[in-house]
Structures are given as C-alpha cells and as structure tokens.
C-alpha cells in the first residue's frame, strides 16, 4: 500500500502561478513609471514656460489652459480631469481594457503632476521657450503613449482614430491642436497664439520621434537580374524574409522575379550594400511604412 499522498496539482502550478503574477506585477509597475515620467515632463512645460509666457496647448490641456487664463482661480489640472469625463465614455467602446484602465490611472496622475509639479524655468526669449517647451512636452508625452495606457485627453481619440483608420497619433494631435490655436489666437494676441504654434509643432514631431525612433520600418522593392544572390543574401545575413513577385518589363517584354521586404531603419544601409555589391546597377525603391503587422518585423502600437 503506497501511504505516499498525491501531489496536489495545484501546488505544482504555484511557482508558475506565482511568476504570472510577479511578471503582472512589474508590467504595472513600469507603465505607471512610465505615465508617471512622461506627466511629469509635460507638467513641467506646462508650469514653467506655457503659463508663464500665456501660451497655450492643444487638445484638453489647451482648452484647460484657455479657461484658466480668463478665470484664474480656477486650476489647469481639475479643469483637465474634468473634461476629459466625456472621452473615457467613449474610450470604454472604443479601445481595449488594459489601455482605458491605464488611461484613467494615467490621467489622475497626469493631472496630480500639472496641480502639484511647478518647476521655474528660467527662459525669458519667447521664440526659445517655445521650443524648449515643445521638446520636454514631446518627450514626456511620447513616454506617455509609450506605457500601455495614456494621460487621457486627446489621447484617447487619437488611439480610436489609430485603430480604426489607421490615422497617424501626431497628425490627429496637430489637427486637434490647431483648432485650439484658432480659438486662442481670437480670445487673446495673434503673437502669443504663432509662438504657441511653433510650441505645437515641435512637441507633435517629438513625439512621432519618441514613438517610432529607429523602429521605424522600411518597405524595400529590388528589380534586378542578380535576384537570387541578393535574396540568398538578405535572408542569411539580415534574416529578414522576401518574397517574389512577379513582373515584366514595358520596353523588353521580359519577365522579371522582383524583390520585396520589409526592414528596419538601421538594416537599411546593409541592404543597399548587398545590393550595390551584387549588382551596382539594381533598381531599388524604399517606401515608408505607417505601420507593419506581422511576426518579429511588426511596429504596430500595443493600443
């Protein structure tokens, strides 16, 4: 008679159980780090250079901004946590779960940062402070979107947009962003709402900077009768695939195998070499991607 007790399956999966669980644990962790950093980037350009210079923002933070400077006593960030009541109904439909609950956590400390976080900068050019501001403010919103969630705001628009129509994050920012210049170049000086304008500018180019950076991927088209050398060689030394398509030549008539792939910006330069070197006088075209899904090359947001 074995006395031995069973094992209890539950307790063999208790390790892997636990590790789940640690491994969530630090996901949440680093993207509330991460939201964490990014607000308290743009809080600092918002409370150091936009309201002392009277420039404003665009999305909710600009219109936040635009009533704070006709009634000050009320606060920029209570104003922001308030509007954005509306969008985070919407975003519920709309985006996935884990991206509206890291939202929501993401807007109340990005609003916490704004009413607490006053750092003076001590820029007086306006020209400069513009730009100075539109760089901390792209970094820190571009860390923002970086994390599984976002600060709430336009935010959440721009990542519906993203998802359904594939609408590019900086352009649906800029398009927001010049409505709320065209409000406060009426409501206050035509020079605070240019020097705005340059601010706006700068902080949507960071932020296409902070969020594709070198992931940037690129869509290369060879034609050249060495075909084979060069697809033996970019899927041995870049491992990257290709595939074949098929053409044929308007003038000569001939068919032609024609060279497709899809690579990342710093493998670019090692194609163009496996090319030159194969054949000098290769026809290539590189596109520019928006965005690629698929295994190992894919750049597609976590939205």
Do not use: C
């Not at 809080?43 to 219109?63: D, E, K, M």
């Not at 033996?232 to 068919?255: E, P």
């Not at 026809?283 to 750049?299: A, D, K, S």
């Amino acid at each position: 008679m074995n006395d031995k007790p069973e094992e209890d399956s539950s307790a063999r999966n208790q390790p892997e159980s636990r590790m789940s669980v640690t491994e969530t644990v630090k996901q949440v962790f680093f993207n509330l780090l991460l939201i964490s950093i990014g607000s308290a980037l743009v809080a600092v350009a918002i409370n150091g250079i936009l309201i002392p210079h009277q420039f404003v923002s665009g999305g909710l933070v600009g219109l936040s901004l635009i009533i704070h400077y006709i009634f000050k006593p009320l606060p920029v960030g209570w104003l922001y946590l308030l509007m954005n009541i509306p969008l985070f109904v919407l975003g519920w439909k709309f985006v996935g779960r884990r991206f509206f609950y890291y939202s929501i956590a993401g807007m109340v400390i990005f609003s916490a940062a704004v009413a607490f976080i006053k750092i003076p900068l001590p820029v007086q050019d306006k020209i400069l402070s513009a730009l100075f501001a539109g760089i901390i403010t792209g970094i820190g919103a571009g860390i923002i979107l970086k994390s599984k969630g976002s600060a709430g705001g336009t935010d959440i628009f721009s990542v519906i947009l993203l998802n359904r129509f594939s609408v590019r994050v900086g352009n649906t920012i800029l398009f927001f962003n010049v409505i709320v210049l065209a409000a406060a170049s009426v409501l206050f000086s035509l020079d605070s709402a240019l020097y705005t304008m340059i601010y706006m500018y700068v902080s949507t180019r960071i932020v296409e900077l902070v969020l594709t950076g070198l992931s940037q991927r690129k869509a290369v088209i060879i034609i050249s009768p060495k075909w084979e050398e060069i697809s033996r060689k970019i899927l041995k030394d870049i491992v990257r695939g290709v595939t074949f398509l098929k053409g044929q030549g308007a003038y000569s008539g001939k068919d032609e195998n024609v060279l497709y792939t899809v690579v990342t910006f710093r493998e670019l330069p090692r194609i163009k070499e496996i090319v030159r070197k194969a054949d000098p006088g290769a026809f290539v075209v590189v596109h520019e991607t928006l965005e690629v899904m698929g295994h190992r090359i894919g750049n597609q947001p976590h939205w």
